[in-house]
């Protein structure tokens, strides 16, 4: 698993990149009541907003870490959102990416680069 200085995490699933937030960004966002996640087939750049998380405490957005294609998202989060605050590693996937080069996470932080972030 990788991870953003935006606390997202992301994993490589098969020929794909899944897209997360942390335990951490959950924790901060509170109890998360609403998931607007992207469309299918949709093209992102890296920067792009591609999902908007409204919880008790504030409303964010979730950028796309590089550049792909959106080929699935997870419809659960659209009845239960709060699945992002119970599994946010896991369960509380956002959305997975089809990219040219699945080398392009190596940039990203690992968990010890991410833990003194967040420390």
Do not use: C
Not at 4 to 15: A, C, K, P, Q, V
Not at 35 to 40: D, G, Q, R, T
């Amino acid at each position: 698993m990788k991870y953003t200085e935006d606390h997202e995490w992301l994993r490589i699933e098969g020929d794909l990149i899944v897209v997360g937030i942390t335990e951490h960004a959950a924790t901060q966002l509170g109890d998360v009541v609403f998931v607007e996640l992207p469309e299918i087939e949709a093209v992102v750049s890296s920067g792009d907003e591609v999902v908007v998380i409204e919880s008790v405490k504030a409303a964010s957005d979730i950028l796309a870490p590089v550049d792909g294609e959106i080929v699935e998202v997870n419809d659960k989060l659209s009845d239960t959102p709060g699945l992002v605050n119970e599994d946010p590693l896991g369960a509380g996937w956002f959305f997975k990416l089809k990219v040219d080069d699945l080398s392009v996470i190596d940039d990203f932080m690992d968990e010890d680069e991410y833990q003194d972030l967040i420390d």
